[in-house]
């Protein structure tokens, strides 16, 4: 294990720069996972990280040692507090940073259940949708290319796991996915006539999610084949974007089950 | 419309003592609306503000005129742009913010559609629930002692004007009114046998919903009388507690539908 102390350290200033850019996750094609949840996730996924970093404080930690026990091969550092807690975004940090590549996403051909995300930029909305989906297997996400950095801290916490089983495509050109995708695209408004709930999801479909302000684009609307309402029969219709998809790709899972 | 340039000035320190504090907001029964949306939900519910703080920057908005225009008898106050960001948690204001009189909540005696929520303790997550509840047409919300503070600013804006619709009792003793619920009462865990796609719940329903990390307490799994699943089929079996609780109601909802 090699200790740092000092901020000009080349590795903590990789560290630091890979926690705060998006612009140097993407150069770098790296990200940091934050907390031992994380780093175990990936690690089921069959992937290794190139770098752990461990803050003084979480030496004593129960998990922390046969966690690195287990990985002889990769490099830990040792960090004062003070320099842990510039690199972690969380309010109270276990104390572990794993340094990973991100993975290349196996985008599957045919998928027969997709779900394509436009200009969501919550990080915490667009991670927790993230979870979702990877809960309610989707195949693959789609992301447009103004989505919120998906490999972001706070988008790899808030999907606590999902990145390391669903594949994730970035920058996706949405309009031309929505036009080749052979079966349903499901675009959620609130005028549309046909209810969520008389639809058969049991066939290809594709999940159409909003911007959380604005929803689908005027060019997503008029080319996906099945606008769609979610039944609101309380005194308010309006529901997160999160919330939207987690109900719209479950009667798609429901609708699988039979 | 009452300038105010200093910090002194005792409505200044009291708006900002509501923004900051939940024990303030409790003593003075009082909280703060951020935004034009929820002043104008606020207003729509039939509710009047007792006071509205306007920022310099939002003198010449185009809504803000009109909407206080329809408040003659509300004192306006107008902060310099510094004082006012000291108030709001927005990142972008809009200038408006709105200070009411928390409304007592009208807690029908026997709905027969409710949400019980545990310790849900992220504010995004309890607005979030609350506003899906809202939709969802849910009679009333019973929050646990230890959730986050259902008029803070954070929790009001995710819930997005749902605190104007939907009854909110918070400091709720769950376990009483989970013994006395004369219906199904809900409670969601990964190990429960029963599909949440196999239970008739047309009738009265209770769903309850637990701390994001730790889930439902041992005390309300053993009286909850309908433990139920959300069937995963994909690679990871974790849902955020408000996709869950969406998912939930949303369920209740497609079966009143029929």
Redesign the interface.
Known sequence: MKRISSRDNASFKQLKKLAESSKARRKAAQALLDGIHLLA?CLESGMQPRLVAISENALDHPEIGPLLASLPEVEVLQLPDALFNEITQLDTPVGLLALIDIPPARIPSNAGFCLMLEDVQDP?NLG?IL????????EVAYLSPRCADAWSPKVLR?A???HF??PIEEGADLPALVARFNGKTLATRLDAKQ?L?QLDLRGPTAVLIGNEGAGLSDALLEIANTPVR???????????A??AA??CL??C??Q??K
Chains 1, 2 share one sequence.
């Open positions: 996730a915490g927790t979870r979702s989906a990877a809960a309610a297997g989707v808030a606590m796991g999902a089983v669903l209810s709930y979610i039944p609101m029969p309380g005194q308010i219709e309006s529901l997160n999160a919330a987690s109900i479950f009667e899972v429901r699988r089950l």
